[in-house]
């Protein structure tokens, strides 16, 4: 009995090690992606997005551009393991809705970014889109995820 556990001790504390890295790791690097999708927020209030399809009539027929923010982010290998045992008895997958909650904030920051750089004051029709990008294997789960928003900036005309 002894023999079998010592052989089973050294796999065990190495995995626990590394799932105790990556807790750390993980918890440190998503407080600074929030840190700074916050600070960024901050500075970015300015640029207006709106779901709808068409500005208000009232809007001087200003010129327009698409634009775009894209982000891959990846979950660590202790949000991984702790989604599969979450999936083996149901419910919500809080490990993962914190990384769709910073992809989807900073795509839109992104694209608020470049409507930003072209001088646009609003930005219309904005649209999200999420796929999950499997690891070397579909077995694995979902490795990455990325999301995309775009919209069409408004800029206002020259004033003559």
Do not use: W
């Amino acid at each position: 009995m002894n023999a079998a556990f010592a052989q089973l001790a050294g796999p065990l504390i190495v995995f626990a090690a590394l799932m105790l890295c990556g807790l750390i790791f993980g918890s440190a690097a998503e407080r600074r992606h929030y840190k700074s999708i916050y600070q960024r927020e901050r500075q970015l209030r300015h640029v207006l997005v709106f779901p709808e399809r068409l500005p208000p009539p009232q809007v001087p027929a200003p010129s327009s551009l698409l634009v775009v923010g894209s982000v891959v982010i990846s979950a660590d290998y202790f949000k991984r393991f702790v989604a599969i045992l979450r999936m083996l008895v149901g419910g919500r997958l809080n490990t993962y809705e914190s990384l769709l909650d910073r992809a989807r904030r900073e795509a839109i920051l992104r694209m608020k970014e470049q409507a930003q750089a072209q001088g646009a004051q609003s930005v219309f029709n904005v649209k999200l889109q999420t796929a999950a990008i499997a690891g070397r294997s579909a077995r694995a789960g979902t490795a990455c995820l990325e999301v995309i928003a775009y919209g069409t900036a408004l800029r206002s005309p020259p004033k003559r």
